[in-house]
């Protein structure tokens, strides 16, 4: 599986920016669809999660921010970022939980896509 993601960038507080993820390759399905960031000096955070059934759920600091959806049959996820503040400036980066046949039983793998850099000044 291999994942494309793109959409990051430098804007001012309160200014909004789209990322997008597409998910290419072999698989059968995709479980669950996720944005990661990390920030300097700190742990990796999960920002947001769809599942295949659409739920989806968000980290504390982004809730009411930010919306993460899916498109193009569901094989790429979107984040959108409203009201963006200095402090999710971060190294953001999809995740992918997809299911393969192999061996003769369905498998799960995690796949990660390159990161993208999102800057909000001040």
């Known amino acids: 599986v291999q994942l494309q993601a793109s959409g990051g960038g430098l804007v001012h507080a309160g200014e909004s920016l789209r990322l997008s993820c597409a998910a290419s390759g072999s698989f059968s399905s995709i479980s669950s669809m996720n944005w990661h960031r990390q920030a300097p000096g700190k742990q990796r955070e999960l920002v947001a999660t769809i599942t295949d059934d659409g739920n989806t759920n968000y980290a504390d600091t982004v809730k009411g921010r930010f919306t993460i959806s899916t498109g193009g049959a569901k094989n790429t996820v979107f984040l959108l970022m409203n009201s963006l503040k200095p402090e999710d400036t971060a190294v953001y980066s999809c995740?992918?939980?997809?299911?393969?046949?192999?061996?003769?039983?369905?498998?799960?793998?995690?796949?990660w896509g390159q990161g993208t850099q999102v800057t909000v000044s001040s």
């Open positions: 995740n992918v939980m997809a299911k393969y046949f192999y061996g003769g039983i369905f498998r799960t793998g995690s796949y």
